[in-house]
């Protein structure tokens, strides 16, 4: 797990599929290596950002060998044949490029056998009603990762409630800021504070909690 932080700190993405593809030969869980291992870098990474050891350029490079290091780790997450959990649609709001975070949720939703419709960034209200007219989803969850575009999520419940779909869906929102009381504030179901409570929520829904 210290080498794959360490690569992703280093943006090393050959490094990172290796040390990836290591970790599943010692038979490490490919969630644990995400979220022990490259998520622990990401988190480093964003704090040498902050501090101004690092730059725009390191956080996207860091972000890519991630992308990577999770397309190597996802296959080995997926359990087949095995009937879907539920159906999820998820965006990054309106105004808002971070996927990171997203991804990793998603690729652990994946694993644990919901159908995930990934709208990707910038997402807009019309977007997500859209998507749920279309699909029909169980779970619609949302990231923010801008105090500017945490409000997006607001605009987004009130547009599933006027378009009178809000009973059909339960909405789960994430992003390093959000908070159980900002779900109550903006009528969302839950707040995740990590991928990983995001999926237990996920999953005590399913099992109607
Ligand atoms: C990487 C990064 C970027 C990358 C994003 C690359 C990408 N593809 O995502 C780039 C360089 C593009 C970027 C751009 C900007 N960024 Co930026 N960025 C970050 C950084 C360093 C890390 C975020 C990250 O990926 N963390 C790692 C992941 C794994 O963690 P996470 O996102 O929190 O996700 C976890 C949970 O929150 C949760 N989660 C997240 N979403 C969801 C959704 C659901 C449904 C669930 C269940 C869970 C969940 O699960 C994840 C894993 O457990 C943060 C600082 C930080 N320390 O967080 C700043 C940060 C978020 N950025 C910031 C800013 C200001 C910007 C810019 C405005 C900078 C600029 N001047 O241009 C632009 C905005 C672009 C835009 N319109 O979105 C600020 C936001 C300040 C604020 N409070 O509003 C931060 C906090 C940095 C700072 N302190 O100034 N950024």
């Not at 780790?73 to 965006?91: C, F, P, Q, W, Y």
């Not at 009603?129 to 500017?148: G, N």
Request: with cysteine.
């Amino acid at each position: 797990m210290r080498k794959l932080k360490d690569a992703i700190i280093n943006f090393d993405v050959e490094v990172v599929k290796k040390v990836c593809e290591e970790a599943l030969g010692a038979g490490i869980p490919a969630n644990k290596a995400i979220i022990d291992g490259m998520a622990k870098g990401m988190e480093i990474v964003g704090q040498k950002y902050e501090d101004g050891e690092y730059f725009l350029v390191e956080l996207v490079m860091a972000g890519e060998a991630m992308k990577e290091g999770m397309a190597v780790l996802e296959h080995h997450l997926k359990a087949d044949n095995i009937k879907s959990t539920g159906r999820i649609v998820i965006g990054t709001v309106r105004g808002d490029l971070h996927d990171i975070g997203k991804n990793v949720f998603v690729t652990l939703v994946k694993a644990a056998n919901f159908d995930v419709i990934d709208l990707g960034v910038d997402v807009s209200a019309k977007q997500f009603v859209e998507a749920i007219r279309e699909h029909c989803p169980h779970i619609v969850a949302m990231s923010a990762l801008l105090t500017s575009t945490m409000k997006e999520m607001e605009n987004i419940i009130r547009e599933i409630e006027e378009a009178g779909l809000r009973d059909k869906v339960k909405v789960l929102i994430g992003g390093a800021a959000i908070t159980s009381g900002y779900a109550d504030k903006i009528r969302a179901d839950a707040a995740a504070k990590d991928a990983v409570e995001g999926v237990r929520i996920c999953h005590g829904w399913m099992k109607g909690e």
